[in-house]
């Protein structure tokens, strides 16, 4: 991906951060390579990533059997905080939120989100 495209997505990403409760997202590719993280330093984004498109793709082959239906996003809590997966063709956002937040308001919030990565993929 081209730099200027990485940062642009990026600076959307600082953007979501303003969401009360987010406390780090990051981009990656569905075969889980890491294309842009702004997520805490205490957690290793490589493998942050590949864990959470590893999920992504797994309920994607779970609905095969499921016609019509695709995944809107995928949320898991965790000890201390909740992790919100949601795709975008070959994209996957992830956000970790503070536990017990608004979560419909970041769900709204990561969904303009990208919408903005596809006018910036697609232009």
Same mark, same amino acid.
Request: proline letters at 2%.
């Given at each position: 991906?081209?730099?200027? /495209?990485? !940062?642009?997505?990026?600076?959307?990403? *600082?953007?979501?951060?303003?969401?009360?409760?987010?406390?780090?997202?990051? /981009?990656? $590719?569905?075969?889980?390579?890491?294309?842009?993280? *702004? &997520?805490? *330093? !205490? #957690?290793?984004? *490589? $493998?942050?990533? @590949?864990?959470? @498109?590893?999920?992504?793709?797994?309920?994607?082959? @779970?609905?095969?059997?499921?016609?019509?239906?695709?995944?809107?996003? %995928?949320?898991?809590?965790?000890?201390?905080?909740? +992790? %919100?997966?949601?795709? &975008?063709?070959?994209?996957?956002?992830?956000?970790?939120?503070? #536990?017990?937040?608004? +979560? @419909? /308001?970041?769900? %709204?919030?990561?969904?303009?989100?990208?919408? $903005?990565? $596809?006018?910036?993929?697609?232009?």
């Amino acid at each position: 991906m081209e730099p200027i /495209i990485v !940062d642009r997505l990026n600076e959307e990403l *600082r953007k979501l951060e303003f969401t009360g409760g987010i406390i780090g997202t990051a /981009i990656v $590719k569905k075969n889980g390579l890491l294309i842009t993280s *702004r &997520l805490p *330093r !205490d #957690i290793d984004e *490589r $493998k942050f990533g @590949a864990m959470a @498109a590893t999920i992504h793709g797994a309920f994607e082959t @779970a609905l095969t059997h499921i016609e019509g239906e695709n995944i809107n996003h %995928i949320t898991i809590e965790l000890e201390g905080y909740e +992790l %919100i997966v949601m795709g &975008l063709d070959k994209l996957i956002l992830i956000s970790l939120l503070e #536990i017990n937040k608004n +979560l @419909a /308001i970041a769900l %709204i919030e990561m969904e303009q989100t990208l919408n $903005k990565f $596809k006018t910036i993929i697609n232009n």
